[in-house]
């Protein structure tokens, strides 16, 4: 008699828990569908933006902060980080007037990132 209880007992909570997963389940499903109708809508709302030309000012601007972050990171004691940022400037300015002093600046860092 008492071990029916015991069982019956398990077998609730087990039906619970089921139930609970299948409603998780359920909920998760409803709120992707929820989210890409949304997505769908704002495209819809708003047309696709073209992508602002790059000027010579605005290539310079990216180029001195790119610098500018990379000398900071070195500084605060991130090598690491600072041969990433110095990378980037390189690799999207090959031919930029800060080019060299970058790649001054990751021999550098690697140095300081060696020991």
Known sequence: MKALAWLIFIAS???V????????????ARQRMAEARFTAFIAQLRPPMAAA???A??????????????????EAGEPALA???????IA???QSAFAAQ??????????????
Not at 17 to 28: F, G, I, L
Not at 58 to 73: N, V, Y
Not at 102 to 115: C, I, S
């Open 53 to 55: 030309p790059v000027t």
């Open 13 to 15: 909570v087990a039906v």
């Open 57 to 74: 000012s605005t290539a310079t601007l990216q180029e001195r902060l790119l610098l500018e972050a990379a000398g900071k990171a070195g």
């Open 17 to 28: 828990a089921y139930a609970v997963v299948q409603w998780r389940k359920r909920w998760a």
């Open 92 to 94: 999207r300015f090959p």
């Open 83 to 89: 041969i990433q940022l110095y990378a980037r400037l």
């Open 102 to 115: 970058a790649r001054d600046a990751v021999a550098e860092q690697k140095k300081k990132l060696a020991t």
